[in-house]
């Protein structure tokens, strides 16, 4: 056995001294005096005792013609109390072999607890790491220590190689301290002080004990960490920390798992973002913790927001490492925390992306750990905690006020039916809400066996968008290019060909179809293909968004007038058998305080005349459709108005300069709705019934004449056309004639006169 203590000075001081080999009788005591290692390798076990095992020179390891070996160490004395303590080994383990590592620890006076066995744990490990981290054990009371501990490896084979551990490590740590009650009082009195934080409409932010008051404030700058990178956060990720369920109190173990974090794997600080005990209350991990980048889930710590379970929450019946439910108490602050941040980032907890830049395919926006790389790599957050993941999807939808407009039907219902044949079923739960199946394709028609068939309870006939979920689960196979779902519909069957490959982690749409209600509509796939052999092929769970639609409006057109009172008004729907209720709304203002009508149908209706009791310069109108969901969508707004009143109109000036033949005729008109658009000018001699075309449908208010006859009078008469085209009648007798024409000298300005 070697002894060993650091000196936690800085990060490097930690990789030098775990880089060396320690040497036997070294000690040296660290300046915090809350740290230690003990290091055990090859002749390091010879105190020992057990069956079946021996120890070379590469490590401990199993004697030949045996199939299970047992090696216990003596009990040995921690070198500094302690009530934490983290395994860490480095063995060789062949396919087809066996190792476990069990740890118990004690009081000073010998009150032992049960044996724990010690898992890897994979948040506190980085991609490639030589050695394992076990999980940290903490003991029963973590506001007192303990001071003793003995620990038990078992070996077993079933061929010819051999498991050898070469190395054990255990970290001891003291970070007995201030009470979660403590901190969480200390944490009110500071919020207290602060000035109210400005209305920002969001979801408020629950109160978190902060770096400031469970590290800075007795730790002091050993907990300052410079190297913060930040990145937008998508994605929810829920750990736990493996740790052991009676712990008496939470903040006790979040400076253990920040001791360990920090300094043993040399990450700088806490690995998580947040942490939640039993009781509910909640800690800043890695300092400033909102949008910083954790060390929590390999490739997806970019983009994520870590929360981890205090405690460990696997199966009841996890052979030599069962968890427990998440207590309310732990989910409602989870929900609380989750709730804000998926707010604050307009993070759908019912969806699922790929916006996470490290990893190139989708994953759910609120998810386990375990989800991150299919399920294969770790059990995290445990099968009781991963279980409660569409409980905290809801609970956090509930609170922000997001509804899910989806109808699922699950590969577990009675809607779903499948062939009597081989499945295979997502590692770990792999799948939505924690269930898959899959096989792997086929092109030859005589080898294809698996089908499965949905059955979606469809509430009311109608047009739906229908999505397929397609796993990401590690199979160690790509998936299919040319997945065959037919969809059998009001319209008949349909055939939809979607590569799988290209929608790993993701939603798939199959596109939209009209469904009768009830469960006569079926979606099929099956594992025949035409693309590829031998890939997978996921029959998951699939989704309906009713697609309610809107009114689409048709006329009158927008920003147009009409010159009759009896106005006809049309519209259409973009799903009519969804529709169960219209409404036309007629104002006088866009806001449609003032209505004019609010003409109501409990049906579909298209189309509606009305007369109204006057001209209006400006009216609005829209149509609110009812959908057999109970919904009603607004359709868009458009603006028109009334105008039957024709305009009025005169030629009022006629004039002719000296020596000059020609009369510049000169009219004018008044239009108080729609305005005029244009003018009819009309000459004639007098003495003469008919009248003559001056000027036709110009929007000019002057003009050169020159007389046919210089010897006669010549009568001029308007007509105005307004927008609507209401024209004016003309005047019988005309306006004013050429008699009447004013002599301007050339000295003389005229006004200018608008076109």
Not at 368 to 397: I, K, N, S
Not at 699 to 706: C, G, M, R, V, Y
Request: with cysteine; aromatic share 12%; hydrophobic share 35%.
């Amino acid at each position: 056995m070697k002894w060993k203590f650091y000196l936690f000075v800085g990060i490097f001081c930690l990789f030098f001294a775990y880089a060396q080999r320690p040497v036997r009788g070294e000690t040296a005591v660290s300046e915090a005096g809350d740290v230690a290692d003990l290091w055990f390798e090859a002749a390091d076990f010879t105190a020992g005792s057990g069956e079946g095992y021996q120890i070379e020179a590469a490590g401990l390891t199993m004697v030949a013609g045996v199939e299970t070996a047992v090696y216990t160490s003596p009990i040995l004395t921690a070198p500094i109390p302690f009530n934490a303590v983290v395994p860490r080994w480095l063995a060789d383990v062949p396919e087809g072999t066996e190792l476990e590592i069990m740890l118990r620890t004690a009081t000073k006076d010998g009150d032992w607890t049960p044996w724990h066995h010690s898992h890897p744990q994979d948040d506190w490990m980085l991609p490639g790491q030589p050695d394992i981290v076990g999980d940290m054990i903490v003991v029963p009371d973590t506001t007192s220590t303990h001071h003793r501990i003995q620990f038990s490896i078992s070996f077993s084979h079933s061929g010819d190689a051999m498991p050898t551990l070469q190395q054990l490590r255990l970290t001891f740590i003291d970070s007995t301290g201030p009470t979660a009650t403590e901190l969480a009082a200390q944490q009110q009195a500071i919020d207290a002080q602060l000035p109210p934080a400005q209305p920002d409409n969001g979801y408020p932010k629950p109160m978190v004990i902060s770096r400031e008051v469970w590290c800075f404030a007795y730790y002091g700058s050993e907990c300052y960490y410079s190297d913060i990178d930040y990145y937008p956060v998508t994605h929810l990720i829920v750990h736990h920390t493996v740790s052991a369920n009676d712990y008496t109190d939470g903040a006790a173990v979040v400076r253990a798992i920040w001791r360990y974090h920090n300094y043993t794997n040399g990450w700088g600080d806490i690995g998580y973002n947040y942490l939640v005990d039993l009781d509910g209350n909640l800690y800043e991990g890695h300092l400033v913790g909102d949008n910083a980048v954790g060390t929590h889930a390999s490739g997806a710590n970019r983009g994520s927001m870590a929360l981890s379970f205090i405690g460990t929450f696997n199966a009841s019946d996890y052979p030599g490492l069962p968890g427990i439910a998440p207590p309310p108490e732990l989910l409602a602050s989870a929900a609380e925390l989750l709730a804000w941040k998926a707010d604050q980032r307009d993070i759908n907890v019912f969806e699922a992306s790929d916006a996470l830049p490290d990893i190139p395919w989708g994953l759910p926006n609120l998810m386990g750990h375990r989800d991150v790389y299919g399920g294969t790599r770790t059990e995290c957050p445990g099968d009781q905690a991963y279980a409660m993941l569409p409980w905290l999807r809801q609970a956090v939808a509930e609170r922000i006020g997001l509804t899910d407009p989806h109808l699922y039907t699950d590969e577990m219902s009675n809607n779903f039916t499948k062939s009597n044949a081989n499945w295979y079923e997502g590692e770990r739960g792999c799948g939505h809400n924690g269930h898959s199946y899959y096989t792997w394709s086929t092109t030859n028609p005589g080898d294809s066996t698996n089908w499965g068939e949905w059955r979606p309870e469809v509430p009311a006939t109608g047009r739906y968008e229908i999505e397929v979920y397609i796993p990401y689960c590690d199979t160690g196979a790509s998936e299919t290019n040319g997945a065959r779902y037919t969809v059998q519909g009001m319209n008949g069957t349909s055939t939809v060909v979607l590569s799988q490959d290209n929608h790993v982690g993701l939603w798939a749409s199959l596109g939209e179809f009209d469904l009768t209600a009830g469960t006569g509509n079926v979606i099929r796939l099956s594992d025949l293909t035409t693309t590829d052999e031998g890939r997978g092929v996921w029959f998951d769970a699939i989704r309906l968004r009713p697609v309610e639609g809107v009114a689409l409006l048709a006329q009158p057109a927008a920003d147009s007038w009409l010159g009759n009172l009896t106005v006809n008004f049309a519209w259409s729907f973009t799903n009519p058998l969804i529709v169960t209720g219209t409404r036309l709304q007629v104002a006088t203002d866009e806001n449609f305080n003032n209505l004019v009508v609010n003409q109501e149908w409990a049906t579909a209706v298209t189309n509606h005349t009305y007369t109204f009791g006057q001209q209006y310069a400006n009216l609005y109108w829209r149509v609110i459709m009812t959908s057999s969901l109970g919904n009603n969508i607004t359709s868009a707004v458009r603006h028109f108005g009334l105008d039957v009143t024709a305009p009025d109109s005169a030629v009022y000036l006629i004039y002719q300069y000296p020596g000059d033949d020609t009369y510049y005729i000169v009219w004018h008109g008044s239009d108080t709705l729609s305005g005029i658009a244009h003018y009819i000018i009309e000459y004639r001699a007098a003495g003469d019934a008919s009248w003559t075309s001056f000027r036709s449908n110009t929007s000019s208010t002057t003009a050169p004449f020159t007389p046919p006859n210089p010897d006669k009078v010549y009568w001029f008469r308007s007509q105005a056309i307004d927008q609507v085209g209401n024209i004016e009648p003309p005047n019988p007798n005309g306006d004013t004639n050429t008699s009447e024409a004013i002599l301007f000298s050339h000295v003389i300005m005229l006004p200018v006169i608008s076109h």
